[in-house]
């Protein structure tokens, strides 16, 4: 069964059609590509698969592909090498992490050991760079570059800020090069793939860069604004762990006054509750929410001002609802 896409692609049944489609051939690829002789090897890189997920990436791959052919036998390999690399950083990520959850499940690194996470998502790694290279060179060296970015960002979010460093400057590069890269390459892979014109495969690079870290800033301000119900997930995650987000760095970066207390309280993790629930409370209640939502919401109408250049077809507007998707969820 393919994965349920984020948000509402009804803008055009045959488009919706040739979507759930190809995402239902990307996940018959991923199964097939990751099936290895060896039964562990199988049931640790389909533990993550298995778990869920909203193939974002592909879906952008296919949206992206709908500038031009988008029937070419390379755009579904081409979407499957992302999500492939896509679920590989997260069995990285849960080993550094030493994340016990993931997608509500156990890890991998909790239902193994840290060596066959980490080893599984090279295994992952693997198998995307075979399928990469019947893409051609130039696929593998835009590949190659993503990761590159990968690495940096994952590197430059372990490391911090350099001593006398812009907090935020650094945050954003992290958001770019560990979240946003890979979105981009989507856009990118996928009109690539499908033979659209050059302009337009860098139109679609450039406004998902810009729709990827929107997405990761949006993440970001609903782990504070969200209660578990609506999100899933525990709020002020990034507040317990000492993870200084965007609404964050805003109040840091302020004298407002009467903001000393939640200044304090910002200093480093926040390991106890009651300690926790004032946090949050005081950090919902501050302006910098609002501008970190405004933040978010100009990267979005950058995106959007992009993709109003392109070709005026029914891809074009499931992407701009996109955007419109990305606003509404932060609120």
């Known amino acids: 069964m393919s994965a349920a896409v984020p948000f509402d692609l009804r803008v055009d049944d045959t488009l919706a059609a040739h979507v759930q489609q190809g995402l239902a051939e990307v996940e018959s690829l991923l199964l097939e590509t990751v099936h290895s002789d060896y039964a562990l090897l199988t049931e640790a890189s389909e533990h993550l698969l298995n778990a869920g997920g909203k193939r974002f990436r592909p879906m952008l791959v296919l949206l992206a592909a709908q500038f031009g052919d988008h029937a070419r036998p390379d755009v579904v390999p081409a979407a499957v090498v992302l999500e492939l690399t896509h679920l590989a950083t997260l069995y990285h990520d849960d080993v550094m992490d030493e994340a016990p959850l993931r997608r509500g499940a156990a890890s991998a690194n909790s239902r193994w050991n840290n060596s066959v996470a980490v080893l599984t998502g090279d295994y992952l790694f693997a198998r995307a760079s075979d399928l990469l290279a019947d893409l051609g060179p130039e696929a593998v060296r835009v590949q190659a570059r993503t990761f590159a970015r990968l690495v940096r960002g994952q590197i430059q979010e372990t490391v911090g800020v350099p001593e006398g460093g812009d ?40 406004a998902c860069e810009k729709i990827g870290v929107a997405f990761q800033l949006s993440d970001d301000i609903l782990d504070v604004a969200s209660e578990s119900f609506q999100s899933g997930k525990t709020p002020g995650t990034d507040l317990r762990e000492g993870v200084r987000t965007l609404p964050m760095l805003h109040v840091l970066s302020g004298e407002a006054a009467g903001d000393e207390r939640l200044r304090a309280l910002l200093a480093g993790p926040i390991t106890d509750d009651a300690e926790h629930a004032e946090a949050l409370a005081l950090l919902r209640a501050h302006p910098a929410m609002e501008r970190a939502r405004s933040d978010t919401r100009r990267w979005v109408e950058d995106a959007r001002a992009e993709l109003l250049t392109l070709p005026d077809i029914s891809a074009r507007h499931a992407l701009t609802g996109l955007c419109d998707y990305v606003v509404s969820r932060t609120g």
């Open 167 to 206: 907090e935020l400057k650094h945050y954003l590069q992290v958001v770019g090069d560990k979240t946003a890269s890979l979105i981009a390459t989507s856009g990118q892979f996928g009109a690539m793939m499908a033979g659209a014109p050059q302009h337009v495969v860098d139109t679609l690079t450039s």
